[in-house]
């Protein structure tokens, strides 16, 4: 193993875990009920391969669990990660810019090393679980809103093997992650990438869900003026109330100078759109899956493609103009960025490791109900709201005895 990558890795996991307490109190609230609470169980992961994530997996092999991960994207592994976590004994199937195939197989292998838990981030370990034979896992979690369209999908046709969390739905998760996290991250990877100003520029975002709405957010307070697209009637209007401009792709696009897509959708930015655009128009995805532009359209309408610097590709179409295509079109805060901010992920991990001590501590009493999608319980919910109160150092008022009251007064 190379010693200086090991190095840095302990170092960006050491940073990490400085700014990640909420883990630490999650940590420690399920250590206090009971000290190796996941002793003899193992855990398959396909999460982004990070510092914060590591933060995650060395905390739940505390408490007792062993652990295999993939990676949830083939390109955004970080190299100094994979080093440090296999030298903590964790089993790591990832490498930076990893092929398709090489991805793919990762995680075929880990649905069938008979895993008992599942964590993923994208639903992509969970489908390929529900494909293979093997029938060892007796609960799981996902964290992001597309793994929730899969699982939503096996759900809806009875096809679930064993119940899973939706972390993504808890309040704490999509108001912090999705907005704030990938508002800011989203824009430093677009600023990795193109070091372009982004003041005065036209941006575009199509979505406007929790992580549209964030990096509409940050890309206006960078001085950008900023068009939202929408198909949902009630989020576009809130777009509109929240102060944006908003229109469909199709008129947009010969406005935008960079195109953003957070929809979860496949095609939001495809060949009809790119026909549009300005000579130099830049087009980036902070959507979880690559399907949200077609690339494929893209290469097709191309004479060329040239590569700019890292994770920024120029395509050449006739003459005259140029798209440039950010991380080939996979999600842009994770491939030229390093993701979301450890205080934020914090969160978002705090809720994944109380949702797995919640299905082991209450795995009979799950088992013998309906395998089925769970919401996070409300009293996770509540405690990681008030790890971030603690996190950030927070003093808030408390109702006293007469208001509690006040709402029961009228009923009287
Ligand atoms: N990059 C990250 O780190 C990160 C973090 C969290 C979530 N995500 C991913 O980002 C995507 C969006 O997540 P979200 O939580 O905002 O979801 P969401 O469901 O809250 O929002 C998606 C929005 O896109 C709109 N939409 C759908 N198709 C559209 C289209 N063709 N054109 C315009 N708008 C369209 C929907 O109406 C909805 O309002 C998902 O893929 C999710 O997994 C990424």
Redesign the pocket.
């Known amino acids: 193993m190379n010693d200086e990558l090991l190095k840095q890795g302990r170092e960006s996991y050491s940073w990490a875990r400085h700014n990640m307490p909420a883990v630490l109190l999650a940590e420690s609230a399920v250590k206090k009920k009971k000290r190796l609470p996941f002793k003899g169980l193992l855990l398959a992961a396909s999460l982004h391969v990070s510092k914060e994530t590591a933060v995650l997996l060395c905390a739940l092999k505390n408490l007792g669990l062993s652990i295999k991960l993939a990676a949830a994207n083939p390109l955004s592994s970080q190299s100094d990660i994979v080093a440090y976590l296999n030298s903590e004994g964790i089993e790591v199937n990832a490498k930076r810019e990893e092929s398709i195939s090489e991805y793919n197989a990762a995680l075929r292998h880990l649905a069938r090393s008979e895993p008992d838990l599942i964590v993923d981030d994208g639903g992509q370990l969970h489908v390929e679980y529900w494909k293979s034979k093997v029938d060892s896992c007796f609960g799981g979690t996902d964290e ?3 793994g929730t369209h899969r699982l939503r999908a096996l759900d809806a046709r009875g096809e679930l093997k064993y119940p899973v969390i939706v972390v993504n739905e808890a309040k704490t998760k ?1 108001l912090f ?2 907005r704030y ?2 508002g800011q ?2 824009i430093d990877g677009v600023l990795r990438a193109t070091d372009a100003l982004l003041a005065g520029k036209v941006v575009v975002v ?7 709405k964030g990096v509409a957010m940050r890309a206006r307070g960078f001085g950008s003026r900023v068009i939202v ?4 009637p009630l ?1 576009a209007t809130e777009a509109y109330l929240d102060g944006y401009d908003v229109m469909p ?1 199709q008129r947009a696009s010969s406005l935008g100078d960079i195109f953003l897509t ?4 496949t095609d ?1 930015i495809s060949k009809e759109h790119f026909l549009k655009m300005k000579n130099g128009a830049v087009v980036g995805n ?4 690559d399907t949200e532009i077609n690339v494929r359209q893209l290469v097709a309408l191309s004479s060329s493609i040239e590569l700019v610097r890292a994770n920024l590709e120029r395509y050449n179409i006739g003459k005259s103009k140029a798209i440039y295509l950010l991380c080939q079109g996979r ?1 842009v ?2 491939v030229a960025g390093e ?2 901010p450890p205080e934020i992920m914090q969160f978002s991990f705090a809720n994944q490791l109380l949702c797995l001590d919640y299905l082991v501590s209450n795995r009979s009493e799950i088992a013998r109900g309906k395998i089925k999608l769970l919401s996070v319980p409300e009293q996770i919910d509540d405690l990681v709201s008030e790890f971030a109160l603690r996190c950030f150092r927070l003093d808030i008022d408390k109702l006293s005895a007469k208001q509690k009251k006040y709402g029961w007064s009228f009923i009287r």
């Open positions: 992001t809103t597309s999509y992650d999705n996290g990938t991250s989203s199509a979505g406007y869900g929790w992580v549209g697209t929408e198909v949902s989020r792709m957070c929809t979860g959708q939001a902070c959507g979880h899956f999600v805060n994770l993701g979301h």
